[in-house]
């Protein structure tokens, strides 16, 4: 089934440690994005990438990084984790020609 | 820069009876809007949205919404609520022409549908 897929599903990590989550589409989508849910604050931007090769800073960047080696990956990376951190992570994809994004299942960390 | 607001962070209602919610933007430009629903432990997916055309929008599951210009408004509703309704809900919007075509949410509204 097409979609995007997020791996891990839920992760335990210690303040400090570096973390990857994964992102992978199959829709040959253009645009990706990456976006933490907070009880209350809705979802917000971290970053995202318009087309392979290209990266920008959504609304709350500070403390991630992300890459854009091919259409279908769009790695998020902590390099030093903190416990304000700790969120629900959402990638989602969109198609050139289309308006609404496809989002995937989400990946809840915590960061003790 | 484009802002969303929805006005309730809870709404709870009895299984049948009728639900609005309320969202508000804000854009220098034109905009694009959405509406999401998250059930519980999952991703997002879409209700509906408004590119242009008429101003009364619908959606899956008995859902639509209402752009009003005037007001910056995009309110959700739906006459009669099943307990699966039970979700939080999103207010998002795209301004367009802006780079990325970003979505900017709101701060979601969860519904408690009551038998």
New interface residues.
């Given amino acids: 089934i097409a979609g995007?897929t997020q791996a891990p599903t839920s992760q335990i990590l210690a303040a400090g440690r570096r973390m990857t989550l994964r992102c992978t589409q199959d829709m040959r989508h253009n645009?990706m994005?990456w976006?933490r849910q907070d009880l209350?604050?809705?979802?917000?931007?971290i970053h995202?990438s318009?087309t392979a090769g290209t990266t920008?800073k959504?609304?709350v960047p500070d403390g991630y990084s992300v890459s854009r080696a091919n259409t279908d990956d769009f790695p998020l990376t902590l390099a030093s984790a903190v416990p304000s951190q700790t969120s629900v992570y959402?990638c989602?994809s969109?198609a050139a020609s289309r308006?609404?994004?496809?989002?995937?299942?989400?990946t809840r960390l915590t960061v003790v | 820069a484009q802002s969303v607001t929805q006005l309730d962070s809870q709404v709870p209602v009895f299984e049948e009876a009728p639900v609005e919610l309320r969202c508000n933007y804000s854009s220098s430009v034109s905009v694009y809007l959405f509406w999401y629903v998250q059930y519980p432990n999952q991703g997002l997916q879409l209700l509906l949205k408004y590119l242009s055309g008429s101003t009364l929008v619908k959606g899956i599951n008995g859902f639509e919404a209402e752009f009003n210009k005037s007001q910056t408004s995009f309110h959700l509703r739906k006459p009669s609520v099943h307990i699966s309704d039970t979700a939080e809900y999103f207010c998002a919007v795209i301004s367009v022409g802006a780079a990325g075509n970003k979505l900017t949410f709101g701060g979601g509204t969860r519904v408690l549908v009551k038998p």
């Fill in positions: 995007i645009a994005y976006y209350g604050l809705g979802l917000r931007l995202y318009n920008g959504g609304e959402f989602a969109r308006t609404e994004a496809f989002f995937g299942q989400g």
